[in-house]
């Protein structure tokens, strides 16, 4: 598995959930990605236990057509992340050109305030269910959901679903070639 030349940004802001910035990011680097963190206008943010993570962008020096995946994690931070006109329009580009975008647990939100949810099937931790429902997504309650480019989980314990869910969609996304990905990628069968 290799995501050679494949961009992906993960968004953080203060009070993230560790397991859910963390474990992507690991998993993404050990597959060949380049991965980065894009926050909101700080150098340095906190997670929910104080860990640091200091991003190399803000959101409004990010386009979606520079990235093959946007992760959004969960934590406090998405309340956040949502409140932040770059962040949305970052979120609502890379729907609109199909890049992959995964959120799990509170990140939900992030994609009600961009408005891409409206005919999805989605997951999400159960507190915000009613959110993503309200913002026209119909909810279902397991580990991972892929429709067609947005994949959501509801836990920490659902990452590894979550990232493998992730990873195979990255690897069957058509090439983008300024990234240098291989322009005969297989179109997922699931889209």
Not at 75 to 92: C, S
Not at 130 to 157: K, M, W
């Amino acid at each position: 598995m290799t995501l050679q030349g494949t961009r992906v940004a993960i968004l953080v802001e203060d009070l993230y959930q560790d397991q859910e910035v963390w474990y992507p990011y690991y998993r993404l680097k050990e597959a060949g990605a380049d991965v980065f963190f894009v926050g909101t206008g700080k150098k340095a943010y906190k997670s929910k236990h104080g860990y640091p993570v200091t991003v190399e962008k803000t959101a409004n020096q990010v386009s979606a057509s520079d990235l093959d995946g946007l992760i959004v994690p969960g934590g406090y931070a998405p309340d956040l992340l949502r409140r932040v006109p770059a962040v949305i329009r970052l979120v609502k580009e890379a729907n609109r050109q199909g890049k992959v975008i995964g959120a799990i647990c509170h990140a939900g939100w992030v994609l009600c305030s961009a408005d891409v949810l409206r005919g999805k099937t989605v997951t999400c931790f159960l507190a915000i269910r009613d959110d993503v429902v309200n913002a026209g997504a119909t909810f279902v309650d397991q580990e991972v959901v892929q429709d067609g480019h947005l994949i959501t989980s509801r836990t920490p314990d659902d990452l590894p679903a979550f990232m493998r869910t992730v990873i195979a969609a990255l690897q069957e996304r058509p090439t983008n070639p300024t990234h240098g990905r291989n322009a005969n990628a297989a179109t997922s069968a699931r889209r």
